[in-house]
């Protein structure tokens, strides 16, 4: 059995990319995906030189800071990314949604050095309407990544507040025992810029506690559950 265990938000908050390492360095997680239009994204590039099997995706962002290209229709009046709910009802020109994205795919290809492992979107914003899947879908077939949920893994969701105990894990891992899967996770340190901008906070730091965990790291290898990236 594959275990992908993907740390989303790479780039979001410097807390929060150090809590990503720490839980690679530290921890089962093998696979992340990067913010690539957040501030902390240089950053992120260069922590990440220290870790040479973490596999490092693009977390495709439509719904949180501000876009990389000039638009008429991807932000609201202050120039930001419009929330997620209403990335659901809004009408955007497919053809911006386009080159935005593609420019994040871009910017992470100058600032990793590399091809990204694979693609993926904050708030999983590429399954929320056929126009924004079909995008994500043309990127991943023009750049050779695969997708999240529409790639070889099952993708997981299970692992996110409330369920963000041992037990819950091991639940989830004996569920799809004998698949291959992804789970979502969100390890990070809560620092001021993460607690102003997420309500998916504090949470964050008991994951990279429990990632970490000697007790999960044994789980893996008992039942032999091999942790790596796309």
Known sequence: ???IMNADD?????????GIIDAY??????STTAMCNENYIEKAAELVKDCPDLGVGVHLVLSSGRPLTENRTLTDENGVF????????????????????????????????RMPTHIDSHHHVHTFTDQLTGIAKQLGKEYGLE?????????????????????????????????DIEIMCHPGYCDRDLYT??????DRVREVELLCRDSVKQ?????????CHY
């Open 25 to 30: 360095k530290n921890g089962i997680v093998r």
């Open 219 to 227: 789980y893996l290898k008992d039942h032999n559950i091999e942790s």
């Open 147 to 179: 997708l999240r949920k529409y790639g070889p893994y099952r993708f997981v969701s299970e692992f996110y507040r409330e369920t963000v105990t041992e037990e819950c894990l091991f639940g989830i891992l004996e569920k799809y025992k004998g698949e």
């Open 82 to 113: 419009f929330k997620s709910g209403e990335v659901k009802v809004h009408e955007f020109d497919s053809e911006e949604i386009y080159r935005e994205w593609k420019a994040q795919i871009e910017r992470f290809i100058v600032l990793f050095g």
């Open 1 to 3: 059995m594959k275990l």
């Open 197 to 202: 901008r997420s309500n998916y906070s504090f």
């Open 10 to 18: 790479l780039g979001y908050t410097l807390g929060n990319t150090y």
